[in-house]
């Protein structure tokens, strides 16, 4: 203590370690690559026994529409959040995703083997530690029909990693 003061080197000191170790964390991170975009055509082709009949109700992308690659992990836990986003989308109309395998590397995955209907709220997806690339997702464009009006409709997928903990996961 000087005149009654403590001395400024503790805290400092204190700050100097807090910035050293944010800067020597470096934090998971996810990589979304889209094959294409996931574009569904559908018309009188898609009717199931010719006209006056309705559509077929859902129209699957490829296995691997979207790979995910999760790096940077430092082999701790992680989940996968998902949400849509609306441009212009039709409530009636459901969109679902699926992984369909746990891609490569050595991390862990799992839940996400069953397609889960996506809302406009952050859900779990899938789960895991470690680092892994190319975790294929199919997504799914369901319960179509002609009782909907013909019109287009656009809405973006959203993923976001969550660091160190699975939230209810279950193992698919």
């Known amino acids: 203590m000087m005149n009654g003061r403590r001395s400024p080197r503790f805290f400092i000191l204190v700050l100097d370690l807090a910035a050293l170790a944010w800067l020597s964390y470096a934090a998971p991170t996810i990589a979304i690559i889209p094959k294409a975009t996931v574009a569904y055509t559908i018309g009188t082709s898609d009717l199931i026994a010719g006209a006056g009949s309705d559509l077929n109700s859902s129209y699957p992308s490829s296995s691997s529409a979207i790979q995910i690659t999760i790096t940077n992990t430092g082999n701790k836990a992680w989940t996968i959040n998902v949400h ?7 409530s009636r109309l459901h969109l679902k995703i699926m992984r369909t395998s746990s891609g490569s590397g050595p991390g862990s995955v799992i ?15 899938f789960a895991g530690s470690g680092d892994n690339a190319n ?18 409709g656009r809405t973006s997928i959203v993923f976001t990693i969550v660091d160190g903990v699975q939230i209810g996961i279950r193992a698919q």
């Open 111 to 125: 839940g996400g083997m069953g397609y889960i209907q996506l809302t406009d709220n952050d859900q779990p997806f």
């Open 135 to 152: 975790i294929p997702v199919q997504v799914l464009l369901d319960n179509v029909s002609v009782q909907i009006p013909a019109s287009s």
């Open 84 to 90: 849509k986003n609306d441009t212009s989308w039709d």
